[in-house]
């Protein structure tokens, strides 16, 4: 079955750049999105296919995906980003996919 | 305005069926593009996808628990509907639905989950 693998956790001091990874077989092959989710909130999905943001998500979330990984950037990152991010792709059996998360801390 | 509503048991026991509906309002899966997905989360754990229903009816499983999946709609509802046989302790989690978005791509479709609901916890527990 399709995996994606994204580091547990990454830390990033207020103002400076977040990079996020998630790696998978030929994932730049496929589109992936990428998911927010704060402490007893639902997901809020902040990146989809690749690099497009939905209304309202701020200029700070970019995403890339090329070769085995996809890559989101939380640029000037904010206290209030601090959350768990998700990737996700469809495999080629179009089942959803998501990577294991990463914890982002703003220290 | 788009918004989805799980619910279902709170507590289940090992072996017995789980029956979940998602209400939502806002769209129709009548609409051509239009899919809603279940996805879970175990406390403290990832999120999980479990399945996928299109507009036209088109079914899609996660690969480890399809045996275990029935994904149906009521669109004069506005309702989607899963059930997942055979519960274990194992399975209690967080249960997610989320709209789900289809836009033609390079003669396919991409699809990404925009929306979603609260979500509805779920104990398996004799």
Redesign the interface.
């Given at each position: 079955s399709y995996e994606l693998t994204q580091p547990p956790s990454v830390s990033v001091s207020p103002g400076q750049t977040a990079s996020i990874t998630c790696s998978g077989d030929k994932l730049g092959d496929k589109y992936a999105c990428w998911y927010q989710q704060k402490p007893g909130q639902s997901p809020l999905l902040v990146i989809y296919q690749d690099t497009k943001r939905p209304s309202g998500i701020p200029e700070r979330f970019s995403g890339s995906n090329s070769g085995n990984t996809a890559t989101l950037t939380i640029s000037g990152t904010q206290a209030m980003d601090e959350a768990d991010y998700y990737c996700q792709a469809w495999d080629s059996s179009a089942a959803g996919v998501f990577g294991g998360g990463t914890k982002v801390t703003v220290l | 305005q788009v918004t989805l509503r799980e619910s279902g048991p709170a507590l289940v026991k090992p072996t017995q069926t789980l029956t979940l509906t998602c209400t939502f309002s806002g769209f129709s899966l009548n609409t051509y593009g239009m899919c809603v997905?279940w996805?879970r989360q175990p406390p403290g754990k990832?999120?999980?996808?479990l399945a996928?229903i299109d507009w036209d009816d088109d079914k899609?499983?996660?690969?480890?628990l399809k045996t275990r999946l029935t994904v149906s709609k009521d669109t004069s509802k506005n309702q989607v509907v899963l059930t997942m046989t055979n519960m274990d302790p194992v399975d209690a989690a967080t249960y997610?639905c989320?709209r789900t978005s289809a836009?033609p791509?390079a003669g396919d479709f991409?699809?990404?989950?925009?929306?979603?609901?609260?979500?509805t916890t779920v104990i398996v527990s004799s």
């Open positions: - | 997905s996805i990832a999120l999980e996808w996928r899609y499983y996660s690969t480890s997610f989320a836009i791509v991409y699809y990404y989950m925009d929306v979603w609901g609260e979500g």
